[in-house]
């Protein structure tokens, strides 16, 4: 069965520390993935996704993540965290042959807390 | 370029009561996504839409909830009576479409239901 796990539901850092949120993903056609980002009281805003090529993508507000096919995960990064990154972060997998009615799988969340 | 819209942002209803949220997705996009969001979880997918025809509507509770997207462009999503249980945000997505880099989803702000 197809599914996406984020393993840690709540992360504090101090402002200015490095960040590292996991994802892993089950199934084993090849997946397409994102992150998506949730302030309180908002939708969600894509971060960053993989489709093909580079396994190391670049995304907005100076976050990364890495696929890695052999560990089947795509972890999220950031070298230094500010205040304002306090926020849920959500991976979403889908799988390209999956078919027509393919959708998109989502982790339960990880919540960012901010120390000061 | 606009993002999703959706309205309204907030919405407060007593049980029993109609409800109707509204969604116009981004100019050229022909997919058009509705999910719900209960709190401290990820999006649940209810239907999805190509142009006006819905494709996947599989985890949409029709005994009390319907969805069109007339002109297949924007969408409504109403409940029919509302229930205590209804509580939760509602966020709409579109796509440019369902191939590769074509399927990344962008999100509305959503609207918060609160059923009293």
């Known amino acids: 069965a197809q599914s996406v796990t984020q393993p840690d539901i709540h992360i504090t850092v101090s402002e200015g520390a490095s960040l590292e949120l996991r994802c892993n993903y089950s199934?084993?056609?090849?997946?397409?993935l994102f992150w998506y980002v949730q302030s309180p009281g908002q939708g969600l805003q894509l971060l960053l996704k993989?489709?093909?090529?580079d396994t190391l993508v670049q995304g907005i507000k100076g976050f990364e993540a890495e696929f890695k096919r052999s560990q089947s995960s795509f972890n999220l990064r950031k070298p230094s965290v500010h205040w304002s990154d306090a926020a849920e972060y959500f991976c979403?997998?889908?799988?390209?042959?999956?078919?027509?009615?393919?959708?998109?799988?989502w982790g339960l969340g990880t919540s960012l807390a901010v120390n000061p | 370029e606009a993002g999703v819209v959706q309205s309204p942002r907030y919405k407060i209803i007593e049980k029993k009561q109609p409800v109707a949220f509204w969604c116009n997705p981004i100019?050229?996009?022909?997919?058009l996504y509705w999910y719900r969001q209960n709190l401290g979880q990820g999006p649940e997918l209810l239907i999805r839409y190509e142009n006006e025809e819905a494709v996947d509507d599989s985890q949409l509770p029709k005994d009390r909830f319907s969805a069109e997207r007339l002109k297949g462009v924007d969408s409504t999503l109403k409940i029919q009576p509302a229930e205590l249980g209804d509580s939760a945000v509602y966020l709409c997505a579109s796509s440019l479409g369902l191939a590769g880099e074509q399927e990344t989803q962008y999100f509305g702000p959503g609207t918060r239901l609160l059923v009293l």
């Open positions: 100019s050229g996009h022909n997919t």
């Open positions: 199934y084993g056609a090849t997946p397409y």
């Open positions: 993989y489709f093909s090529g």
């Open positions: 979403a997998v889908t799988w390209s042959r999956a078919g027509n009615n393919r959708k998109l799988i």
